[in-house]
């Protein structure tokens, strides 16, 4: 499990730093993070499968994931970036840098 924690956190992280990045809508940057968060999502599920006692929030948190893969993978294939898309791509921020606080409380604490 410990690595799973680690792994999770590695992968938060890189979505992290490509949110602060905002590549300006270049479709390339949207393929980086559509993967990056297909990534994590599977790490996170594999976590889940791994611990039989999920939490709500956490289940919330992988729920929440998958329909930002949609959202990103939209802006992967071209899709404009609207302003629906920039105020989801907002909440993503902040929700991944809540994700990652969880995280590293795990890891401190282990």
């Known amino acids: 499990m410990n690595d799973i924690i680690r792994d999770a956190h590695s992968r938060f992280t890189e979505i992290s730093r490509l949110l602060q ?7 390339s940057y949207f393929v980086h993070l559509s993967e990056a968060t ?3 999502y599977v790490v996170m599920n594999e976590g889940m499968c791994e ?9 919330a948190h992988r729920d929440f994931l998958q329909s930002m893969i949609g ?3 939209d802006l992967a294939s071209g899709a404009p ?3 629906a898309y920039q105020t ?3 909440s993503y921020r902040r929700k991944v840098g809540e994700i990652l606080t969880k995280i590293e409380g795990a890891i401190a604490s282990m």
Do not use: W
Request: hydrophobic share 40%; aromatic share 0%; proline share 0%.
């Open 21 to 27: 990045a905002e590549a300006g809508g270049e479709q």
């Open 38 to 40: 297909q990534n994590a």
């Open 51 to 59: 611990n039989t006692t999920v939490c709500h929030e956490c289940a």
């Open 71 to 73: 959202i990103v993978e």
């Open 81 to 83: 970036l609207s302003a």
């Open 88 to 90: 989801a791509l907002e």
